[in-house]
T-cell receptor, first 113, second 113 residues
Framework: KAGVTQTPRYLIKTRGQQVTLSCSPI?????VSWYQQTPGQGLQFLFE???????NKGNFPGRFSGRQFSNSRSEMNVSTLELGDSALYLC????????????FGPGTRLTVT | AQSVTQLGSHVSVSEGALVLLRCNYS??????LFWYVQYPNQGLQLLLK??????LVKGINGFEAEFKKSETSFHLTKPSAHMSDAAEYFC???????????FGTGTRLQVTL
């Protein structure tokens, strides 16, 4: 069974631009969560989607948004990019919401210049 | 609110020696606890999880962890380190019906000859 896939793997953007990252969960998984990883702040929860609905949201500004499609694929969008948004963005999928194991993708490395 | 503390940002062991990575949690309700490993330029891989069944949990690659409620700890151990174990290890906690994972700051394991 294929794992979680994330595209693109690497991205370079300029301050003020916006970016969209994509995540395809493991087949049959209906919950997708997003995390940001930086050297300074570590791993931080962004949001979780289940059945196209946002269930949880972390403490990030409104510039960070996401959505989930009917096939469980998810996208996250960051508008008006700032230098501090440079990070590894990780997507994780699980069978359903709640106490299920989360399986992580390889991440998208975003660099903002 | 829940939190996780990982003692020691860097741990160095000799090949064949015992690996002990420390994790303490803070939670107002019974937690679910996880250990993940991250190799360079990769996502997170689940090593093992505690979900209120057996307190001694066995994971992949010879790792195990013991849940000790009285000490609020969930330390990760491996009897004999291998060079391939060199990576960063993260302890994480989730609560209630939320899938949101709260991560510790990570411990980088170095294995020397």
């Amino acid at each position: 069974k294929a794992g979680v896939t994330q595209t693109p793997r690497y991205l370079i953007k300029t301050r003020g631009q916006q970016v969209t990252l994509s995540c395809s969960p493991i087949s049959g998984h209906r919950s997708v969560s997003w995390y940001q990883q930086t050297p300074g702040q570590g791993l931080q929860f962004l949001f979780e989607y289940f059945s196209e609905t946002q269930r949880n949201k972390g403490n990030f500004p409104g510039r960070f948004s996401g959505r989930q499609f009917s096939n469980s694929r998810s996208e996250m969008n960051v508008s008006t990019l700032e230098l501090g948004d440079s990070a590894l963005y990780l997507c994780a999928s699980s069978l359903a919401a709640g106490f299920y194991e989360q399986y992580f993708g390889p991440g998208t490395r975003l660099t903002v210049t | 609110a829940q939190s996780v503390t990982q003692l020691g940002s860097h741990v160095s062991v000799s090949e064949g020696a015992l690996v002990l990575l420390r994790c303490n949690y803070s939670s107002s309700v019974p937690p679910y606890l996880f250990w993940y490993v991250q190799y360079p330029n990769q996502g997170l891989q689940l090593l093992l999880k505690y979900t209120s069944a057996a307190t001694l949990v066995k994971g992949i690659n010879g790792f195990e962890a013991e849940f000790k409620k009285s000490e609020t700890s969930f330390h990760l151990t491996k009897p004999s380190a291998h060079m391939s174990d060199a990576a960063e290890y993260f302890c994480a906690v989730s609560l209630g019906t939320a899938s949101k994972l709260t991560f510790g700051t990570g411990t980088r394991l170095q294995v020397t000859l």
